[in-house]
């Protein structure tokens, strides 16, 4: 649980610049670079730092002491900001602002609830708001659940396509054997059969097709992850096909594959012979 | 009979076939028509959404854009001035925002607030009431989910209080100002309360009057082709805050949204792979069902010239039947989609992801035409190269 107080200050300072190697390192705070920030500035472990929350206001100097990887966050792939992290005393130097926080963060009992846990502070106290980490979660999750539901739609518009477009395919497949079918009609094959037969054919390129379309799926989400990795810099992951996914994309495709195959095999084995061998 | 009128007669001889595949190219001219609105779009809102009030500049903190983070610009009121001073400039104002509380019985409602120089102002359209007039005290104007919130309309007089100190559990500011007017803020977001009042009155309430800040400071140039060169005049006159023009913001937005600018491209490369593909099938096969009656009209003397003509004419008429229907569908589903996009947390109100633009839309439809008729071509080729003979031959038999 964490309990957060109104707008303040931790925008923090992304104020910095380089002043020379610290020949009395141990004398200054320390700060750990996020590593793209550290590349960019070309900062090393020992350098020295001029620190401000504005660029008028430079006052503070720090020495990086360490050069961290953040972990993957899909809230900042497509934001500019550039982290370094202090220890709190240092920073409230720096701000000149002492004892102030944004946010502190609560452990609670194990058994307590964290819901009834916030509102008893909430009540206890004047100036700040308690939220359990599952609230924040929630919230700080609405921009994926967009862009989750956007990819829904996209999806419904991209399955009705290819579902018209496999229903066509597979018509125009099955209406091709006409001259086929007319011939087994004439030798005495029962209409029955033809019909299995037909089906059957269908159903084998719909799996094939579904298999193709797996095969290529799974290549796209490769290439759509290291295009994406490489463009954010980031190890997050954007394309997953899961088990489930592939499941549902072959049913369906077999699903419409079978009812286009069979629509158009009944199609074909109720027309004459003569009218399916041209002559009717 | 014209290539174009036999196109026609031959697809409605198989009306199953033909529906089918319309319904296909319809939906992937609807594709087509969303993805080149998305990828245009976002540009074309957000760009009209600051040009609003004819503002093409914006001075914030260096570093940060306009209300991107809490960081304020001090001493706003002598850049205002300077700037208010040059010739080449038209207007400049000063905005804070931040957050403020009403108080309403013992309880306090967080609003957003606005506090601005109402000679300068960049950010409401008045719906109802009377603007802001300058100088201290002069009211409070409110957005109607703020009224709403406060229940409060024009000529109430709210409570308005500011900096928080929850160590003494008092608000160190506070004011009582009569409500002006009804605005609508330009860039809220759906549902934000939103309040505004003359800047020092904000000034009063949210930090020391003393260091004058400012979230941002706007500006509005008088020829719209001085900008480029003011931006640049203006980043050496203040090297301590960001000038940005709107083309600037615009790119940087650009940046942001750079996903659905590229899924754009490449949903709609798709759609138009799906159009392609649905009428080469639908043709190639349509062409070896009719071989026989192909070499017969070549044998009757017809050029191979109309019969390629008439394959690519039943590609056109597809084409343009389905892209007709598409439009329809995919105005539609861009209604749909861009519902789903601007509930984006955050977002102004205003702001949309899907806008027709005649230029892109005119142009997404002569690709879909071409590629449509270009898909006719292997199947033209294939009836072109018919062996009138041989084909003829295997028909008697």
């Known amino acids: 649980m964490r309990s957060a107080l109104p707008p303040s200050f931790l925008a923090l300072v992304a104020v910095l610049a380089l002043v020379r190697p610290a020949p009395a390192a141990a004398q200054l705070p320390g700060i750990a670079v996020e590593r793209r920030l550290a590349g960019e500035l070309s900062l090393r472990v020992g350098d020295t730092l001029r620190l401000g929350a504005a660029p008028d206001s430079m006052r503070g100097v720090g020495v990086v002491a360490a050069i961290y990887e953040p972990r993957p966050d899909p809230a900042q792939i497509t934001k500019q900001d550039r982290y370094v992290r202090m220890h709190l005393p240092d920073l409230a130097r720096l701000l000149g602002a002492p004892d102030r926080v944004d946010r502190f963060g609560v452990a609670l009992r194990p058994g307590i609830a964290p819901d009834s846990a916030a509102a008893r502070l909430d009540r206890s106290a004047f100036g700040y708001q308690a939220y359990p980490s599952a609230a924040i979660a929630s919230e700080s999750s609405q921009t994926f659940l967009v862009v989750s539901r956007f990819h829904r739609a996209i999806a419904v518009i991209t399955i009705v396509a290819s579902a018209v477009f496999l229903l066509c395919v597979m018509l125009l497949k099955v209406e091709e054997r006409r001259m086929d079918a007319a011939v087994m009609r004439f030798v005495g094959v029962r209409r029955r059969t033809i019909f299995g037969a037909l089906l059957l054919e269908a159903a084998v390129i719909a799996v094939l097709g579904s298999a193709v379309g797996t095969a290529l799926a799974l290549a796209a989400g490769a290439a759509t992850n290291a295009y994406y990795r490489r463009f954010f810099h980031t190890a997050l992951t954007f394309s997953l096909i899961t088990p489930g996914i592939v499941g549902f994309s072959v049913a369906l495709s077999l699903a419409l594959g079978l009812v286009a195959g069979a629509a158009a095999a009944w199609r074909l084995v109720r027309t004459r012979p003569m009218v399916l061998w041209g002559r009717g | ?397």
């Open chain 2, 1 to 397: 009979m014209t290539g174009a009128a036999w196109a026609v007669k031959r697809l409605a001889r198989q009306p199953l076939r033909t529906g089918l595949s319309l319904a296909g190219i319809a939906v992937a001219a609807a594709m087509l028509l969303d993805m080149v609105m998305l990828s245009g779009g976002i540009d074309r809102s957000f760009s009209d959404l600051l040009l609003g009030r004819g503002y093409q500049m914006r001075l914030t903190p260096k570093g940060t854009l306009p209300f991107d983070t809490e960081a304020t610009i001090r001493g706003a009121s002598a850049i205002v001035a300077a700037l208010r001073r040059e010739p080449a400039l038209e207007a400049a104002g000063a905005v804070l925002g931040t957050s403020l509380y009403a108080r309403r019985g013992d309880s306090l409602i967080t609003l957003f607030a606005y506090g601005l120089q109402p000679e300068a102002q960049s950010l409401y359209q008045l719906q109802a009431g009377r603007d802001l007039a300058s100088g201290a005290g002069a009211g409070v104007l409110l957005s109607e989910p703020a009224a709403r919130l406060l229940g409060a309309g024009i000529g109430d007089t709210l409570t308005l209080v500011g900096r928080l100190d929850p160590q003494v559990v008092t608000a160190a500011a506070g004011r009582r100002l009569v409500v002006r007017g009804m605005v609508r803020w330009l860039y809220d977001y759906r549902g934000q309360p939103s309040v505004g009042m003359v800047l020092s009155d904000l000034q009063r309430l949210s930090s020391s009057p003393a260091e004058d800040r400012a979230s941002m400071i706007v500006v509005k140039a008088r020829q719209d082709s001085a900008v480029p060169g003011l931006v640049t005049a203006l980043r050496r006159r203040f090297p301590s805050v960001e000038v940005s023009s709107v083309a600037d913001l615009v790119a940087t937005f650009h940046e942001r949204l750079v996903y659905f600018r590229q899924l754009s491209y490449i949903l709609g490369s798709m759609s138009l792979i799906v159009t392609v593909l649905l009428i080469a099938t639908l043709l190639t096969i349509a062409v070896g069902e009719r071989l026989g009656e192909i070499a017969t009209l070549r044998a009757i003397g017809v050029s191979r010239r109309t019969v390629v003509g008439q394959v690519l004419a039943e590609g056109t008429a597809l084409t343009i039947v389905g892209g007709g229907l598409g439009i329809g569908l995919g105005l539609a589903t861009a209604r749909y989609l861009d519902a789903i996009l601007t509930s984006f947390p955050g977002l102004p109100a205003a702001f949309s992801f899907f806008v027709p633009r005649a230029g892109a839309l005119a142009f997404a439809a002569l690709v879909l035409l071409l590629t449509g008729s270009l898909a006719g071509l292997y199947p033209a080729w294939l009836a072109a190269r018919t062996p009138i003979a041989a084909t003829l031959r295997a028909e008697a038999t």
